[in-house]
């Protein structure tokens, strides 16, 4: 990166953090600081439930999804506009009138403490495990750009990040939301407008994404009904569902956005906000991924872009079979070119069979790179330390580097710097606010001053930071990181929503069934997960079922009977 690029970062950056506490108010107060006093436009709080979403996993696996799988993934979302609607009629007033500081004070008001106690440390976990995702994505980011040691990349990002959230609190959270959306959608036009501009001058827009549909990357929807495939409509609709009501209407880092607002009538319009634009959105990001695989059907990128390990194959005792990979991805790689080029250049007055064999001989030689790339995935994994080993997070950080002019790869880096810093905080203090409402005030210290709560408030801060930047560094090399994050939560998601479900939707249920119901969801969700091939959107569903049915059944057996007269 030039000069040029770093004083982008730095100068977006600074004021970001100085912006942000600037506008923080009451921060000296246990409400100001988790809650803003309730106080926040709906257009702000809106903005903050995407951007808590829209995190550097976003600009770096998502795009990276694109570029190795298509739009399918846009079908993960498709449920999300209904939950935002069902969650604006109940979660939204529901919690808002209720007066609390977390979801899961609810819960001990209709159950019992053991109830409210096992679902936030549920939470805790989960969100601390996502939480070490998303401090993942950008360290893959400096890794790349600054050659560091990936440990050091965490901290230089997990460090900073909890210092500003200490200081901030959630109304500094808020508003540099509000900035991070604004970098991250110009950053993402700047990308398209540069991978558009890059094709060769006699492809068009149209022609080249005729390309990628050969590929099937421009195939959106799957109709199928498969448990075991990942992303379908069906998967989507109900899968979705179920893991967007749990994060919106369960998960403390989503219920406190809307708890900032300053109305019932304006959290529900922040929600809105994000039912109509997250899939339009979404769907351009992804749109940028297919883009991005067809720059380098024109363009030459490397045989496999996350370079880390490659030292330690190319200087190691099978350094000459992955130079006769490297030769064999050069000759793939033209051949793939040609056949590209050809399908992109051919004309609707060329006849049905002349067309469809183009299209086939640019199949099969998309194949053969495949093929190539996937045999040196495996003789890396093999020859070197990287057991994990996975190239899609760094597809997009490649072109960044490679391919943007001077200047706007420091806007993309900005980007996602601000991205990342902004999703962490808001976990991080979302997490802190559980931390000490739900488990410190609620069982070591139920009386002192705000004072003594915002200390422990920050210094819960840093103990969530210290744990999420050690698993990051194990999440870094589970794949992609987009996957990774919603895998974490959908192992907890849906068991979470069902006992929510019995606490606002069945009077009949009782503290020991909500209890019993939410350990049966665990271990059926651990169970299904690790002995069948169900996807993993589908435990969602499964928890949520399992949670509701047997706690029902247990309050309806357990519930006091009136005695005779």
Known sequence: ??????????????????????????????????????????????????????????????????????????????????????????????????????AYEYLEKRFDLKTRTLTAFLFLLSRGLACSVVIAAPAVILSIVLGWNLTLTVLAIGAPTALYTVIGGVQAVTWTDVKQMAIIVIGILAAVIVLVLGLPDDVSLGSALHVAGAAGRTQALDFRFDLTERYTIWSGLIGGLFLSLSYFGCDQSQVQRYLTAKSVNEGRQSLFMSAFVKIPLQALILLTGVLMFVFFLFNKGPMLFNRAPLDQVANGPRAAEYQALEQEYDRAFEARRAAAMA????????????????????????????????????????????????????????????????????????????????????????????????????????????????????????????????MALYAAQLGSLIEVVNRF???????????????????????????????????????????????FLWLNVVGAVVVTVVGLFVSLVTRTRPSAA
């Open 1 to 102: 990166m030039s000069w040029v690029d770093w004083g982008v970062v730095a100068a977006y950056l600074a004021w970001v953090v100085w912006d942000g506490i600037r506008l923080s108010k009451r921060t000296n107060e246990v409400e100001g600081y988790f809650l803003a006093s309730r106080s926040l436009p709906w257009w702000a709080v809106g903005l903050s439930v995407m951007a808590t979403q829209l995190s550097a996993i976003t600009m770096v696996s998502t795009t990276g999804q694109g570029y190795a799988e298509g739009m399918k993934f846009v079908q993960f979302y498709f449920g999300l506009p209904l939950a935002m609607i069902i969650l604006s009629v109940t979660a939204v007033p529901f919690f808002w009138r209720a007066k609390v500081y977390t």
């Open 343 to 470: 399908l992109a250049t051919s004309t609707s007055s060329a006849s049905e069979t002349a067309l469809a064999e183009t299209r086939e001989t640019f199949v099969a030689a998309d194949a053969a790179v495949r093929d190539v790339r996937g045999r040196a995935t495996m003789l890396v994994r093999g020859a070197s330390d990287s057991a994990n080993y996975a190239d899609v997070n760094y597809v997009f950080p490649n072109f960044v580097i490679e391919h943007m002019p001077m200047g706007l790869v420091g806007l993309i880096i900005a980007a996602i710097f601000a991205a990342a810093m902004s999703s962490i905080a808001a976990e991080l203090n979302s997490l802190a606010t559980a931390t000490v409402i739900d488990v410190y005030r609620r069982h070591f210290k139920q009386v002192a001053s705000d004072a003594h709560y915002l200390a422990a408030a920050k210094l819960a801060t840093a103990g969530w930071a210290i744990f999420a930047c050690v």
């Open 489 to 535: 939560g959908s192992y907890f998601y849906g068991s979470i929503l069902g006992v929510f479900v019995l606490a606002i939707g069945v009077k009949q249920a009782n503290g020991h069934g909500a209890f019993i119901g939410l350990i049966a969801g665990m271990t059926t969700v651990w169970y299904v997960a690790t002995n069948t091939r169900i996807e």
